[in-house]
Nanobody, 117 residues
Framework: QVRLVESGGGLVQPGGSLRLSCAASGISFSFTVMGWYRQAPGKARELVASITLGGITDYPDSVKGRFTISRDGAKNTVYLQMTSLNPEDTAVYYC???????????WGQGTQVTVSS
């Protein structure tokens, strides 16, 4: 059974930082793309960062320059370093991984990030 397990969420003050981690198990191949998505209450799930097996990254403008995604080589482990957090970053953050052509795609269970004073 494939599992993606996130960790590192929590409560942080505005301007603070957090580092999320995600590790996959039960899978025999390396994900072509791994990424982080978030969903705030009443809003659609949105991509916040992605990284390919070759290390190419992508970010939306809302987090560019504040968030950094990294990956542990060909291992299915991905990290999200978040800095200069603001209340608008409050959401449940989900780890995602998929194979070429998205034939296989998996999600983590989510970790809550709350930015509040």
């Amino acid at each position: 059974q494939v599992r993606l397990v996130e960790s590192g969420g929590g409560l942080v003050q505005p301007g603070g930082s957090l580092r999320l981690s995600c590790a996959a198990s039960g899978i025999s191949f390396s994900f072509t793309v791994m990424g982080w998505y978030r969903q705030a209450p009443g809003k659609a799930r949105e991509l916040v960062a992605s990284i390919t097996l070759g290390g190419i990254t992508d970010y939306p403008d809302s987090v560019k320059g504040r968030f950094t995604i990294s990956r542990d080589g060909a291992k299915n482990t991905v990290y999200l370093q978040m800095t200069s957090l603001n209340p608008e970053d409050t959401a449940v953050y989900y780890c995602n991984g998929y194979s070429r052509l998205r034939t296989y795609e998996y999600w983590g269970q989510g970790t809550q990030v709350t930015v509040s004073s």
